[in-house]
Each structure stands twice: as structure tokens, then as C-alpha cells.
């Protein structure tokens, strides 16, 4: 095939002289071009009509999603702010709440969460501020009852997010947060309250800037139609729309979600997608004119038209082209080659032909096709890289001789400088210093070594001079080409080192809490014994000698039980500064409990050093108390022990210790023992004691044994006072009371003892009654430990009801100290016992400590004048004159009074002239069991 070339002038000057008409080329293209025309046009009028019904859902689906991303965003939002106020709520205890000055330094101390509000405050129970932050001078203190939220959260106990309010300052919209705290018991304490600007930067500040069309725009409203966020600012804290004025909207208050077109309340049709918060019930809405949303139906007609025009008068052009290129295909190869110039991508889609001239050309169009698949492979590649570096959220950087090269938008958003500023510029603007930057440096670039990773943590400085620290990750790009530069990635580690630091605090806390005592803030038990163990430790090495000492207060439990627990708590804090501020550095004093201390001495020349501590810790013990207007005096019994001769352990050593306190209270108190062998019997024996108590409870050994009460002037029983005795079956002999009550009451064992007690004392007064003995109360002595019982009353009612006993025959005996302990719940369960008909009688009156003013308001009946002050009454006016004063003072109170110990006719004579008239003692009988008793009753009976 030969192919000729002529020029394009040359041709068309011979084709108008052979066809001055339309030449066939053109004829065919305009043929083709028209025929196109028609089957694009009817095409693109039947995609028109799909397009009107298809696009439209999709859009409005779309706007409906932005709504609902949008809805979801503020729920987040709100379920993060009411987390952190929870966070907060757990770190408020007991000890806070005592100290306003440490509630109101917590409070300010939680910046991060501060950051998220614009003030919080802590509310007591009543509503009534207890502290805020920021300070505002006369809040603390402040009636906040008003606040309808605050009353919602009292009265459910859940957190509660308020409606939204205008604030007082800003006069802009504002919610308030609220999270209650509970105590164990899961009683309301505090409230937690934050307030928070809705339109704030950090909130909805950004809400009405956010829209991905043009005129469209956010608006959210509460259910009772009161604006938070509208495009239009006039609208913010009014009424959104009044009913009808928006159809679509009203039915979004009513519960529909989803997009609709409607009035929006000014005159233009838009399309409204509304969906409801979870947390709050509010109504987020997007609002955008019909003519906006459904812009780009009518940009797509547009533009098929305008296909529809290119593509008929390409398909004219192609025709022409075609025709034109059976006679001339180097002229089509030759416009091919310019149009591949300009668009490359067009090799994939050009036809070459069979013949030689094809055959250039196939190669011409792979090679183009082959260069321009390269090219677009290149350009994705890197495109896709960058946004990999514009998406990482760790800062990534390219340097090179130490300058930025280039940085990703995380760099921007960690050190706060934008690329501009720093691109070109030495690195050291992020240093904290030029020494830092160029020891930094070194390390870098020492440590990057063909493709190794250098790891390094450094603190940096951002725009606004903030240090943060960071893990620095370094390689260098081309290792075979250093100065090509290196890539860094910088992970900001703040938080986490935050994070590790607070760890690191709470474990040392809580480490701290595990070892030492609350109240005294002295190492306890577990402490105690580590450091005994390790001067045992060194005393072994040294061959030296330590002593450990066992001390507890004398008649500490008096003092709790007239005086309340807190000044008891009080107390022992004095103590233990006491008894600190007098032994060495080097020595450990502990609390493992009650009022119980020990004390180690882990260097000492011989053990009189021991004792010498001892008479100085005595002596300051000894110094009067002064607290809540008590002077109290207070003593102390001390045991020691000293290593080796006392015990190789710490537990023998604190035991034998503890022995050598208890010899120390059996000689008077207030002094010192030595440990000595044969107080391992003593202990043992007391053990033995405890136990064949148990057994005696278990097995019934017990017994009562009964005293008459008498009038004086008639000589009859008026009622009796039980009296628990023990005899031992091994011997048959009475057990004394005054040796088996002391281990009762010290193990707990009073308790099934006293119900014991109870119970037989009603059953036996029954069954008198039930003989035909004449009908007298029966007095039960009630120990501390018993009256102390939440179940105290439910046990009386229970022997009452199981023994058949009128309540009115039983009579309930304690001590002045135990009624003069917690009054006010005294008042209350001896009231709730008197209105059931038992009688109330104060046992060894005169010995303790009363007050007056609370024992007239006591509901009692029976005052029992203490035997020591009967014993002399005859021979000691003193105690003659007492007596008087308790007899005119129960008179005066409107009691009976009663005397104990009545031994002798005198005694009974001068309880009689000081108008007394009950008494009972060894002059008229001893306890007797109750068969003798009944014997000795029948005689006073018939007599």
C-alpha cells in the first residue's frame, strides 16, 4: 500500500472544485451527528424523568444522616461532660465533705474537667452551695432550692441534665449538669453541678457554622419549642416557630423523625430533616430551601443537555474523521499524535489500522498508554501518601541538616505553628532550650545508622510556650543517601506520663492507707510487724538487744461511753502525739486498734532503758486532757518484752508483751510490767476460763439465783433481782461472777449470756405467778454491750412473748454510764419499752458521771442507790448526806428509790428516816436459787 501525502490546503481547495455543494463527508457526519442526536436526546428525557425520582430520596436521605451524625455528636458530647462530672462525684469521701477548705481545693484542682464547664459548684442535701469553682464571692453558702433540676435530682437520686436557661452573665443559653454522690448506705451526701455555655466553642459554638450546602443551616430546640441554636441569632432564646406556622416541625415535637419539605415558618418551601436527642429529648433540625437541596437535579439536566450537544457533534466529527482517515490515515496519525500531547489518556481509546502505518501506530498509542498508566499509578501513589500524612494523628516531619522540610497537619495542631512558619527553619523553636536541641540532635543523628529506628523521649514547647512530652521515632529516608534527610514521627505522651505519674501517687496512697492507721495516722498491725521484724534482723546481726512494748488507756471504754466516740477519737489522736513527741526517731510507735498502742525500741543498751521510756511515757500520759470543755485525766498500763529473752519472733515478742499489760492492769494500772514466764499461765488460764464458758452456754451450767426486794415499813417482797451464777461440774463449786463476767464482756459472750439471762428470768417469774405467788417485777441488769444492740428491744418483746410474762413484771437494770452513752437513742428505746409496760431502773446511781438536765428527760422509774455509799452510812456523813441527796432528788423526779447492800438494822434504820422505803441486802436475804427462794417467799407470805 502506498500512501500519498497531501497537503490539507492542496485537498480542500480540489475538493471545492470537485464539489462546490455539502461533500459526502459532510453529509454522512451530519446524518450520524443528527441521528445521535435523537437517540441521545429521547435517552436523556427518560433519564431526566429516573433522575427527578431518584436523586431527590438519596439527598433528602443524606441531609437526614447529617441530622442524625449531628444529634448523635451533642448525646456524646452531653454522656462525656456527665462522665466527667461522675469521675469527680467518686473522689468525693467522708473526709472532704468534713473539710470545706479540702472540698473547695479538690474542686479547683480538677482543671481538665473545669476546661469542659464554666463553673462547677457542690451543693449539700438541703441545696445550699458548699463550694465552687471558679470562686465567686457569697455563692458558697447560697440557697440554690430554686433550681427545679437540683429538686428532680434530690428526688430521684439520678443524674440529671437541665433545661436549658439563659445565664446570668452571659445572657446566653446554658444547661447545668448534676451527678449525686452517696454514702455507703446509698444516702444522698453532695450534688455535683456544672454549668455549661451551649453556644460555647468547646459545646454548639460551632453548630451554626456547620453545613455542607449553601443557605442551610442548624437549629435546636427544647420540646416546649424554646430556641438553643438558629442561624438566625434574633431567634436564639425565643420561640422557634409557633403551632402551624411549621407543619413539619410541629410534627417533630409530636415524635416523627426523619425529612420532609414545608413552610419553615418564613415563606420559603425548604427541605427540614428533624431528629430528637437520646439524653435529652431536644429537637435537632437542618433547614435548606427546595431550590438549594435539589440544585444539583437541575445542574445534571443541564449538563446532560450539554453532553447530549458534545456527543452528537463528536459522533459527527469521528464520522468525518473516519472517512477522512480511509483516505489519509498519516494525517489521522499525525492529529492522533498532537491530541495525545495534550491528553494522554486517549492511547487506550484510538484505533490503528492493519497495515504498516497501524502498526506505528499500536506502538505509538501502548507506549503513550503504558507512559500515561505510569504516570496516573505515580500520582496516586503519591496522593494517597499525603493523605496518609494529613490523616495520621501523630505528627510526622521531613528534615534535613536539622531544618523542617516539611510537617503533616498533626505537627500543626500538636506544637500549634502552622507549616509556613516552620518549613525552612531550624528545628530548635519546638526545643526548650538550645542545649536540649543539640543534645537531641546528636543522639539522632549518632543513632541513625543504615535503616535502625532512633527512639527517644523529649519535652517539648508549643506556640503558646506549653511544655508536653513526646516519644520522638527517627530514620533516615535513603540510607544510602544521608543527606537526603530523615523522617520523624513525635507521639505526644502528656497524658500517658500524666497518667503514670497519678498512678504512681495513688499506689504510694493507697499503700500508705494499707500500712498506717486513720484516726492517729501511726503505722498499724502490718507495719508494725515488718519493722519488728526487720530490728530483729538487725539486732541479730549486732548481737544488740530491742524491746517492744504493749500499752493500752485505763478505763478508756468509760470514757467513750460517757463522753461519746468523738471525743474518744480525739483522745487517742492526743495520745499518740503525746507518746510521739517523747521516744526517738529511730523507734516505731503503732495502733493496731481500739485503744490499744505498741511501741518498738529496736536499740537499747539493757532493758532498764525499756523501763525508762515506760515511766516517761507514763508521766506525759498522765498530763490532764483538755477537750470539747472536759478535763480529762487518763493513765496507761504498759507491758514489755525485750529480744532475745522474750521471744526470737515478732509475734511471741507482742504477745508476751501484751501478757506483761494485762499483769500491769492486775497490780493497779499506771505502771509498767516486765514480761515474766509463769504470765503464760495466767493467760492460759484465762483462755481455759473462756472456753469452759462457751461450754457452760452450750450445755446449760448456768443458773440464776434470785434477792428479794423489800418495803421497809411492811417487811414484804416487792420484786427481786436476778442474779446469773456458773457452777463448775467438774467440782461442783459457784464459779465467782467477778471472774467469769469480766471474760464475758471482753469476748463478746455477754450477749447470748444476757438474752440467756433475759429469758429465764421471765420464765421463772411466770411460773411463780402461775403457783399463786404474789404478782412483783423481776429486775434483769442489762450490760452495755446488749443495750447497744439494734435488736435489743425485739429480744425483750421475745422473752416476754415465748415465757407468757406481762410486760408490766419485768424491770430492766443498767448502769449510769450506759444510759448517759448516745441519749437521744437511749430516750427513744427505753420510751418505746416503758409504753409497753417494762419497767427502767439506774443501777449503782451516784457512782458515774450524769447529767441532770438529761436524766430528767430519761423515761425511767427506779433509782438503786450503789451499796458503797450504804456500807457506811451509819458511821460516814458523807456518805449519809449522798444518800439524802439521791433519795430527795428521786423524789423530786418523781422515782422510786431503792437501796443495795442493806447489811445491818442500822442501815435500814437510817435509809428509813431519809425516806426511803425500798431496800433489799444479806439484812433481809442472799440470792437464793429460785426453789429456795420460793420456800423462803411462801414463809414471808404466810408470815
Known amino acids: 500500500m502506498v500512501y500519498v501525502l497531501v497537503h490539507r490546503d492542496a485537498q480542500d481547495a480540489c475538493a471545492t472544485e470537485r464539489y462546490p455543494a455539502m461533500n459526502l463527508k459532510t453529509k454522512s457526519s451530519l446524518a450520524v451527528a443528527a441521528l445521535m442526536l435523537l437517540v441521545f436526546g429521547s435517552g436523556l428525557l427518560i433519564q431526566d424523568f429516573l433522575i427527578q425520582g431518584s436523586l431527590k430520596k438519596p439527598i433528602a436521605d443524606q441531609q437526614f444522616m447529617l441530622v442524625s451524625r449531628v444529634a448523635g455528636e451533642i448525646d456524646r458530647r452531653l454522656a462525656i461532660n456527665l462522665d466527667a462530672l461522675r469521675r469527680i462525684a467518686a473522689g468525693i469521701g467522708p473526709e472532704l465533705l468534713r473539710d470545706p477548705a479540702r472540698l473547695q481545693t479538690y474542686i479547683e484542682d480538677k482543671h481538665g474537667v473545669r476546661a469542659m464547664f464554666d ?75 456544672g454549668t455549661l455555655d451551649l453556644l460555647a466553642p468547646n459545646f454548639l459554638g460551632s453548630l451554626t457554622e456547620r453545613w455542607a450546602g449553601d443557605r442551610g443551616h442548624f437549629v435546636l430546640t427544647t420540646r416546649d419549642r424554646y430556641t438553643i441554636v438558629d442561624a438566625d441569632s434574633a431567634k436564639v432564646l425565643g420561640v422557634l416557630a409557633v403551632p402551624g406556622a411549621n407543619p413539619v416541625y410541629d410534627r417533630a415535637l409530636g415524635g416523627w423523625e426523619g425529612t420532609d419539605a414545608g413552610n419553615a415558618g418564613d415563606g420559603v418551601l425548604s427541605l427540614m430533616s428533624f431528629v430528637a436527642l437520646k439524653s435529652t429529648g431536644w429537637i435537632v433540625g437542618a433547614v435548606l430551601p427546595v431550590e438549594v437541596a435539589f440544585a444539583p437535579i437541575r445542574q445534571s439536566r443541564r449538563t446532560g443537555i450539554a453532553l447530549l450537544l458534545l456527543a452528537s457533534a463528536l459522533v459527527a466529527w469521528l464520522v468525518w474523521l473516519a472517512i477522512n482517515g480511509v483516505l489519509r490515515p498519516m494525517l489521522a496519525l499525525r492529529d492522533n499524535a498532537r491530541r495525545l500531547r495534550a491528553d494522554p489518556s486517549l492511547a487506550a481509546h484510538l484505533h490503528a489500522g492493519d497495515d504498516e502505518v497501524g502498526e506505528i501506530a499500536r506502538d505509538l498509542y501502548r507506549l503513550v498508554d503504558e507512559l500515561a498508566r505510569s504516570r496516573r499509578d505515580s500520582d496516586n501513589h503519591a496522593k494517597e501518601l499525603q493523605s496518609v500524612l494529613d490523616a495520621s494523628p501523630v505528627a510526622i516531619i521531613r528534615v534535613r541538616g536539622r531544618h523542617f522540610m516539611s510537617v503533616n497537619p498533626a505537627f500543626e495542631r500538636l506544637v500549634g505553628y502552622k507549616a509556613k512558619e516552620v518549613v525552612g527553619k531550624l528545628a530548635d523553636l ?103 521484724n526487720q530490728a530483729i534482723l538487725a539486732a541479730q546481726r549486732g548481737r544488740r538487744q530491742l524491746a517492744l512494748m504493749f500499752f493500752d488507756l485505763d478505763r478508756f471504754k468509760n470514757i467513750n461511753d460517757t463522753l461519746g466516740h468523738d471525743v474518744g477519737d480525739q483522745l487517742l489522736q492526743m495520745v499518740a502525739e503525746r507518746v510521739r513527741s517523747c521516744v526517738r526517731s529511730s523507734d516505731t510507735l503503732s495502733r493496731p486498734g481500739g485503744d490499744e498502742f505498741m511501741l518498738l525500741l529496736p536499740e537499747i543498751v539493757d532493758p532498764g532503758d525499756a523501763a525508762q521510756v515506760a515511766n516517761k511515757v507514763l508521766e506525759t500520759l498522765a498530763r490532764p486532757y483538755s477537750i470539747a470543755g472536759h478535763q480529762l485525766m487518763l493513765t496507761a498500763s504498759i507491758g514489755i518484752s525485750i529480744y532475745p529473752d522474750d521471744g526470737e519472733d515478732g509475734l511471741t515478742l507482742i504477745r508476751n508483751a501484751d501478757l506483761a499489760m494485762y499483769a500491769s492492769k492486775d497490780s493497779g494500772r499506771n505502771t509498767s510490767q516486765y514480761f515474766r514466764a509463769e504470765m503464760n499461765e495466767r493467760a492460759r488460764e484465762r483462755m481455759s476460763l473462756e472456753h469452759a464458758l462457751r461450754r457452760a452456754l452450750d450445755q446449760g451450767e448456768l443458773l440464776l439465783h434470785y434477792q428479794p426486794q423489800f418495803d421497809i415499813a411492811t417487811r414484804r417482797i416487792i420484786g427481786m433481782e436476778a442474779l446469773v451464777r456458773w457452777r463448775d461440774p467438774a467440782t461442783g463449786q459457784l464459779v465467782p461472777p467477778g471472774r467469769f463476767i469480766p471474760v464475758a464482756e471482753d469476748t463478746g459472750l455477754i450477749l447470748p449470756l444476757g438474752t440467756w439471762v433475759l429469758g429465764e428470768a421471765c420464765r421463772q417469774n411466770g411460773a411463780w405467778q402461775a403457783a399463786g405467788l404474789p404478782r412483783v417485777p423481776v429486775a434483769v441488769n442489762i450490760s452495755a454491750l446488749q443495750f447497744r444492740q439494734t435488736v435489743f428491744v425485739a429480744a425483750v418483746e421475745d422473752a ?49 458521771h450524769s447529767s441532770l438536765s438529761y436524766l430528767k ?81 411462801c414463809a414471808t407470805v404466810e408470815a
Not at 422515782?895 to 447489811?903: K, M, N, R, S, Y
Request: hydrophobic residues 45%.
Open 857 to 937: 428527760r430519761l423515761p425511767i422509774d427506779t433509782l438503786k442507790i450503789d451499796q458503797a455509799f450504804v456500807r457506811d452510812i451509819v458511821t460516814d456523813e458523807d456518805d449519809a448526806e449522798i444518800v439524802a441527796a439521791i433519795i430527795g432528788l428521786a423524789h423530786n423526779l418523781g422515782l422510786d428509790v431503792i437501796a443495795e447492800g442493806v447489811e445491818t438494822e442500822a442501815q435500814l434504820e437510817c435509809l428509813q428516816r431519809r425516806g426511803c422505803g425500798k431496800a433489799q441486802g444479806y439484812f433481809f436475804a442472799r440470792p437464793l436459787p429460785a426453789d429456795e427462794l420460793e420456800q423462803f417467799w
Open 430 to 532: 519546638v526545643y526548650l532550650s538550645p542545649e536540649a536541641f543539640a543534645a537531641t540532635g546528636e543522639k539522632l543523628y549518632s543513632g541513625m545508622v543504615g535503616d535502625a529506628v532512633v527512639k527517644l523521649e523529649e519535652a517539648f514547647r508549643n506556640s503558646a510556650g506549653e511544655t508536653f512530652w513526646t516519644n520522638i521515632y527517627a530514620r533516615l529516608i535513603d540510607p544510602d543517601d544521608p543527606d537526603k534527610g530523615a523522617v520523624v514521627i513525635v507521639e505526644d505522651i502528656s497524658e500517658r506520663r500524666a497518667a503514670e505519674a497519678a498512678r504512681v501517687r495513688s499506689e504510694e496512697h493507697m499503700r500508705y492507707q494499707a500500712e498506717h492507721d486513720a484516726l492517729t495516722l501511726l503505722p498499724n498491725r502490718v507495719l508494725f510487724n515488718d519493722r519488728v
Open 800 to 848: 416476754l412473748r415465748l415465757s407468757g410474762l406481762d410486760a408490766r413484771w419485768l424491770e430492766l437494770e443498767l448502769t449510769e454510764s450506759v444510759t448517759m452513752h448516745a441519749i437521744e437513742r437511749n430516750i427513744e428505746i427505753l420510751g418505746v419499752l416503758r409504753a409497753q409496760g417494762v419497767k427502767v431502773s439506774i443501777d449503782d446511781f451516784g457512782t458515774g
Open 119 to 193: 463553673a462547677l459548684i457542690v451543693v449539700s442535701p438541703r441545696l445550699r452551695v458548699l463550694a465552687d469553682a471558679p470562686r465567686v464571692p457569697g455563692r458558697v453558702g447560697t440557697d440554690v432550692s430554686s433550681l427545679a433540676h437540683l429538686q428532680r435530682l434530690r428526688a430521684t437520686g439520678a443524674p440529671v441534665v437541665s433545661e436549658p436557661f439563659t445565664g446570668k452573665v452571659t445572657g446566653r443559653p446554658t444547661i447545668a449538669l448534676s451527678v449525686p454522690v452517696h454514702d455507703a448506705e446509698g444516702r444522698l451526701v453532695v450534688v455535683l453541678s
